[in-house]
Structure formats: structure tokens, C-alpha cells
């Protein structure tokens, strides 16, 4: 039997929550009034430490393969101890925004019109991305060119995969890097101090398109839909970056670092002490570049002049944020800057990152900062590497809240 929760948020959505009847009391009692409770702090486990076998714990719950969605849907009412972040992790730096600071937002609409006009607005619009990407990292696009009602039909099938049988589910679940389309949660368990309140479906396009039978049913044709969408975008947000450095239009694609994809569809499920932990732990995205699709939840936040500042969700709009791979090659001209996505009540959350990758056919070709970029005066701030190395060393580390960057400094 299924129950039904259903509650407006902001911008007049409704986002219809299901769930099985028997946890309908631990998903009713998140959306009351938050009772204050004593804070749970790593210090307070000091007592029990001897008796925790935290390997045995994520063990145990990995071989559910049903993810945090699982363990929600089994009941618990408390957010279990691996996924309990340190209160000084959670709260670095310190302080949220309290500055109206906002994440820019570029409108792309006439980019590429082949007039006077035209050629004014592109000169505009690649000043606003040089400008966002040199002193952000991050933009929100609209009029991008992906249909709305393609991104909407998107969110929809993620939050479909993820509340479809735990069987069906199951099926998908794998911590194979090699496996094109899987299902799993926290890609770092087994390597990270603490885990994050979310499970991805993820889809790897880096030798091209998928066969229809990769997919899971239930997201096909909508997954190869918006794919198809996002790749111009992905071919336009090159040329246009390649402008904002001050390159040839065709450079960025000339040396082929913006040329493949992977696409992580992550569901945060509501959570029951969001206080203890988090939706996805700061860290910097290792790609080329990222477009991310939100919904209208909200949580995302990127770090800004040691300020944490929300990206607040806007319907229609993409987020784009360089990656490290971008940071390295135009040897910090754009940043690549750290970003989180916190734990909360409502929910579930469901976005999509498109993660853009150096051609797969190269996946050993050796990228150093672009020779414009350096000179005597301004040196190589980086050795050279690969995606395949740099991507290793990303994954061996995990989600720790060190930057990866720093170990390819020169
Ligand atoms: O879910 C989000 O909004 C962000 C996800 C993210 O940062 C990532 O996949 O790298």
C-alpha cells in the first residue's frame, strides 16, 4: 500500500512524495515543526567507539544495494552513524552568506544571431562568462536551448528510477566504473570519513552514445533526449568559453578537452536530521566543465569569498561550473571552485550533472597549461596529466574536502 504526502514549495510547484505506508509516521513527523534536540556531535561516540565497526556497518548497508532511499523506506527515523559528518566539516568555513550575493546569471538568447545585433550580444554575453568563470566558477544559463519541458520530463524520470521496486532498482546496482549505466550510492563509501544522504543513477557517454538496451526502461528515451540537447550546448559553451579566454573560437574543441560526457542523477531523499549530515560534501568537480540541472528544492551552494552562497534553483535555468581539468589547462584563469549540496527536510531533491571530460579516444593525452597562458613572468602553475590519471587520483582520494588540484601543482 502506498501513502501520498504532498506539499507546496516555492514558485507555486508541488512535489508529490510517495511512500509506503508503514513509514509514513517517520516522513510525517519530518515535516513538523523542528523539535530542538540535544546536538549529536562525533565527540558524543567517543563512549561507544570501541564497539563501532564502521567497515562492517557500510558493508552491511551496501549489500542492500538499495541506497539511502533504502534505509528510509525501511524506517529509520535516525540518520544512521557512517553517514554522521563532523560538526566542524559541516560548518567549515563558518559562515553562510549574509551578503545578498548572487551566482550570475547569463541570459544566452541570440548568442549566435548572424546580424549587427547579433555580434554585439555575443561580444556581451562571452564578457559575462569570462567574468563569472574567472571570479565564480559558476553561472546559471537561460535561453541555453534545452527545451524546458525535456529538463522537467528529466527531473521527473529520475525521482520515477529511484522510488521504482527495490527488485528493478537492485538490478542496476554497481560499483564498476566499467559498467556504462549503474545505479549506487556514494561512489566513495568505502574510501570517505563519512558518507552523504544521497544515491545516483549514473550514465557513462565517454565512448559515445548508449544502445537503447543500456538503459534502465523507465528514463531511455528521456535520458537520450536531453543528451542529445545538452551535447549542442556542450559544442556552443566551448566555443563561447574558448572567446571568453581570448582564444580562437575553435580552440577549446581543437584540442579536444571538451569532448566527451558522463552524467551522474542524483536523489536526495528527505532526511531526517539534516543536521548531522549532508546532501554532498564540498568538493570541486574533476571535469572540463559541469551543466547541472536542479529542481526547485534547493540546498546546492557554492563557496565565495569564504562565504557559502545558495544557488538558488531557477526553473528553466542550467547551472554551468568550470572543473579542475579547465582550472589546470588555463592555468588559473578560471576557477574551479568548491561547491556543496546540503541535507534537508523536504525533499526528495533530484538534479542531473553532466560532466565534460577530454575526448575518450585520448584518455591518456597529456594536458599542461595552454602555452598562451604562460610566459616567463607567469610560469606553468602545473605539471602535465592526463584525464585518466587526474580522474584516478580525484576517485582514490574521495569526497575528503581536500581540492584535488593542489597535488598537480608544479
Ligand atoms: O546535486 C547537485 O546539485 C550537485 C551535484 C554535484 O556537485 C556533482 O555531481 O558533482
Do not use: E, G, V
Given at each position: 500500500m502506498f501513502g501520498i504526502l504532498c506539499h507546496s514549495l516555492f514558485n507555486g510547484h508541488q512535489s508529490f512524495k510517495f511512500v509506503s505506508s508503514n513509514n509514513l509516521t517517520t516522513l510525517t513527523s519530518n515535516y513538523l515543526p523542528i523539535i530542538k534536540k540535544k546536538k549529536k556531535t562525533m565527540s558524543s561516540f567517543d563512549d561507544d567507539d570501541v564497539q563501532y565497526d564502521r567497515a562492517k556497518e557500510i558493508k552491511k548497508f551496501d549489500d542492500t544495494k538499495l541506497g539511502v532511499k533504502g534505509l528510509l523506506d525501511s524506517g529509520v527515523m535516525k540518520v544512521p552513524r557512517f553517514l554522521i559528518h563532523l560538526e566542524e566539516t559541516l560548518q567549515n568555513p563558518s559562515s553562510s552568506s549574509s551578503l545578498c550575493l548572487n551566482v550570475p546569471v547569463i541570459d544566452l538568447k541570440g548568442y549566435d544571431d548572424d546580424n549587427d545585433d547579433g555580434i554585439i550580444r555575443r561580444s556581451n554575453i562571452v564578457s559575462e562568462i569570462k567574468e563569472a568563470s574567472s571570479k565564480w566558477g559558476f553561472f546559471q544559463m537561460v535561453n541555453h536551448g534545452v527545451p524546458i519541458s525535456v529538463m522537467d520530463e528529466l527531473l521527473n524520470v529520475i525521482r520515477e528510477f529511484h522510488e521504482q521496486p527495490s527488485e528493478v532498482k537492485k538490478e542496476w546496482y554497481s560499483r564498476d566504473h566499467k559498467v556504462k549505466v549503474r545505479f549506487y550510492c556514494n561512489g566513495d563509501l568505502f574510501v570517505s570519513k563519512a558518507a552523504n544522504w544521497r544515491d545516483t543513477i549514473a550514465f557513462d557517454f565517454q565512448d559515445g552514445p548508449l544502445k537503447p538496451?543500456?538503459?534502465?526502461l523507465i528514463c531511455r528515451n528521456v535520458v537520450s533526449k536531453y543528451m542529445e540537447h545538452v551535447s549542442k550546448l556542450r559544442e556552443n559553451l566551448s566555443e563561447l568559453l574558448s572567446e571568453a579566454l581570448g582564444l580562437r573560437r575553435d580552440y577549446l574543441s581543437s584540442i579536444e578537452c571538451m569532448k566527451s560526457e558522463t552524467m551522474v542523477c542524483h536523489y536526495y531523499p528527505p532526511c531526517p536530521e539534516p543536521e548531522l549530515t549532508i546532501g554532498t560534501s564540498k568538493h570541486s568537480d574533476p571535469s572540463s566543465l559541469t551543466i547541472l540541472l536542479q529542481d526547485f528544492i534547493g540546498g546546492l551552494q557554492v563557496l565565495h569569498q569564504d562565504q557559502w552562497v545558495d544557488i538558488t534553483p531557477i526553473h528553466g535555468a542550467l547551472v554551468a561550473n568550470i572543473g579542475d581539468f579547465m582550472q589546470l589547462i588555463t592555468n588559473d584563469k578560471f576557477k574551479s571552485v568548491e561547491h556543496r549540496v546540503l541535507a534537508r527536510r523536504i525533499g526528495p531533491r533530484a538534479s542531473a550533472a553532466c560532466h565534460i571530460y577530454p575526448s575518450a579516444t585520448h584518455r591518456n593525452k597529456q594536458y599542461g597549461p595552454i602555452e598562451a597562458f604562460t610566459s616567463n613572468q607567469s610560469p606553468s602553475k602545473y605539471k602535465k596529466t592526463s584525464s585518466n590519471e587526474y580522474l584516478g587520483y580525484y576517485r582514490s582520494k574521495g569526497l575528503d574536502g581536500n581540492k584535488a588540484l593542489p597535488y598537480f601543482r608544479v
Open positions: 538496451q543500456d538503459y534502465p
